[in-house]
């Protein structure tokens, strides 16, 4: 799930720097406002629907409907960046972060539940530090590389760049299934012990 993270957020972390001049370039009536309005649409649909989505996993008591919602939720977000390579007008943009905002809703929850059952015991701290070193890592490079790859090859590039980086992180996602299928039974959310 760590190495999933990195490659999701690599790609996001892409287009960070540079999602500002591509709206003000690039978006027809693009402006800091409706920059701000885009990133708020981004979190209006997250925090709306986050909770609703966090209620329904926690009451199925499976682990399995989390890790579909987290895969739903991945591919919602890492489809934002090719999204982009179409957008013209403010309300292209503003879709595509409400796309955005509700894969952020079905992915968060999943993914931290999924993420701390399955911590190892008396090494959480250790576990969680790498998940957030990572995102780091991931974020700060991607920054600076984003900003040289639209410089040299433009706002496209940068987005299909983004786009490859965040699939493929969640197609690393979707090989926790296997992990999951041998250690938690169907209706189950808690691992049991190794059969092997």
């Known amino acids: 799930m760590i190495i999933s993270d990195f490659y999701l957020n ?6 960070g720097p540079i999602f500002a001049i591509f709206v003000t370039k690039q978006i027809e009536g693009g402006s800091i406002e409706v920059i701000g309005f885009a990133a708020g649409i981004t ?3 997250k925090v709306v629907l986050q909770l ?3 209620k329904y996993l926690d009451r199925n008591h499976g682990e399995y ?6 895969v739903l939720g991945g591919f919602l977000i890492a489809i934002a960046p090719f999204l982009y390579l179409f957008a013209s007008k403010i309300s292209h943009l503003y879709m ?3 796309i955005y905002g509700i894969g952020l809703a079905f992915l968060v ?3 931290y539940a999924i993420f701390s059952r399955h911590l190892d015991k008396r090494h959480e701290n250790i576990e969680w530090s790498f998940e957030s070193i990572t995102i780091g890592i991931a974020t700060a490079g991607s920054a600076a590389i984003g900003g040289v790859l639209a410089n040299r090859l433009g706002f ?3 987005f299909i760049a983004a786009g490859i980086l965040a699939v493929f ?3 690393q996602q979707i090989k926790i299934y296997k992990d999951l299928k041998a250690k938690v039974d169907q209706g189950q959310v808690k691992p049991q012990p190794d059969k092997a």
């Open 10 to 15: 690599s790609g996001l972390g892409l287009y």
């Open 43 to 45: 979190q209006l649909f």
């Open 52 to 54: 609703p989505i966090a």
């Open 65 to 70: 409907d989390d890790f579909y919602s987290m």
């Open 96 to 98: 595509i972060q409400a």
């Open 109 to 111: 929850p999943p993914w």
């Open 156 to 158: 496209k590039a940068v």
């Open 169 to 171: 992180g969640i197609l």
